[in-house]
């Protein structure tokens, strides 16, 4: 007769409790940034106006209307979205060809390819200025795109990677007995049976291109600047206790947040409808 352990009542209230706790520690930075961004810029610096205050939209004001920030805005998102479809682009043949057709060196190159996101970006930095201005493509969405889309290529080819391994080589081999084309296995096989990886892949890889602050600020000016770009001309040396600067970050850091919560729950509901179905 099997024993079932009954959970106590101090156990089904802890576990919630905690989970509460842990989630508000992680969101507290963004609250603070989102309070601090309604204050004035003397009154983000005051003890006294730490948590009452009179709140105030004069930063969202003063950002859109003297800082453009839909044009940076919109940068970001050329740049991010155009990154990741290329790093798609290129990834899942890569990843697929990695999965079901492995050489002697294909772990080699894995590591290789990971052993990439260990360089120092520093290192780099002037070399690649000076040939990008040599090129004439500095500031330019192209070189923001490239530049995007290949250091986040060794991470989407991983997670692909990983996703395709899962899928049984069986299906792939019958899908070749019945003279399915290398482009329809990926196209009628592997990418339905691997849609969910493939989205949050892409996800991860969007959410990485946005946040990208070193790239995006060192090789720009003003044509293909990002949000990034906005927010580092608006540093101060208090930082995020400054009320602009803080009303600049609520609003790149916004957008992400609700697309991430968004896409989540599309990718668990059909997740969900696909297990029921």
Known sequence: MAIV??????????????????GLLFFFPIFW????????DADAVKPEFLLFFTPTLENY???????????????????????????????IPCAYAMAFN????TKDVLMWMLSTKMLPAAAVLYPMTFLTKSLGVFDTHFLIIVVLMLINLPIVIWML???????PKDIIEAGQMDGV????????????????????????????????AYWTVRLT???????SKLIEGNRAPEGLFFGRLSAVSAAAVGPII?????????????????AVK
């Not at 003063?62 to 990154?83: L, P």
């Open 5 to 22: 352990a009954e959970t106590s009542r101090f156990g089904k209230l802890s576990r919630p409790v905690l989970a509460w706790i842990v």
């Open 33 to 40: 940034m989102i309070l601090t961004s309604f204050k004035t």
């Open 61 to 91: 004001l003063n950002m859109t209307e003297n800082y453009d920030y839909w044009r940076f805005a919109t940068n970001s998102v050329i740049t991010s979205v155009f990154a990741t479809v290329f790093a798609l682009a290129v990834g």
């Open 102 to 105: 492995p050489s002697r060196s």
């Open 161 to 167: 990677f990983t996703y395709f391994k899962e899928i």
């Open 181 to 212: 084309s290398t482009w329809g296995e990926v196209k009628e096989i592997l990418i339905p049976l691997a849609w969910g990886g493939i989205a949050s892949t892409a996800l991860l890889c969007f959410i990485f291109c946005w946040n990208e």
């Open 221 to 227: 000016t003003t044509e293909a600047a990002t949000l």
């Open 258 to 274: 609700v697309l991430g919560w968004f896409c989540q729950k599309q990718l668990v509901q059909g997740l969900t409808f696909g």
